[in-house]
């Protein structure tokens, strides 16, 4: 599978974790922490000479340590995924359900609309499933909501982004430039 070849490929490459768009069920999600581990416990291709194992100056350890390491993050996407978050967040060997708001907030019918009622339930819904599974909820914030975020149960929250980072400094660039001439 796509996401199989895309997992193995990060990992290989160093990766100590991965985000899993679009997980919508509990098998989806049980099937992207397959892809992290080797069998016999699941369905990672076994390389020897990789970044990650050093280009096999490390390989058994690597192998014998990669599964108990690798971080499992599954995105929370859809209604189906949020319908599905107590099932999913009972996977072993997912660490986190992370919300995408932009995509879920389509999904909903709410499109941007990141304080809508239907969004707020679902996200609700989501933060109660990590509570009583015991793993970590997390969001795609912004510093306007980071407070509300957190206040609401998230404890793994990414704030911004390196693309809306790069849009704002080139902005005040071109700003600047435009108060000089």
Known sequence: ???????????????VGVMVPYVSSADEAAAAVSFTRYPPAGRRGVASSTIATGFGM???????????????????????AVDSADAIAAVDGVDVLFVGPLDLSFN???PRDFRHRDLREATDGVVAACRRHGKAAGILSNVEM??????QGFTFLGVGSDGGALREGLARLRDAGSNQV
Do not use: F, M, P
């Open 1 to 15: 599978s796509n996401n199989a070849d895309s997992i193995k490929r990060a990992l290989d490459l160093g990766a």
């Open 58 to 80: 490390h390989t058994d350890h690597y192998h014998r340590t990669a599964s108990e390491k690798v971080l499992t993050v599954v995105q929370i996407e859809t209604r189906e």
């Open 108 to 110: 909903l019918g709410c």
């Open 146 to 151: 980071v407070d509300e975020h957190a206040d």
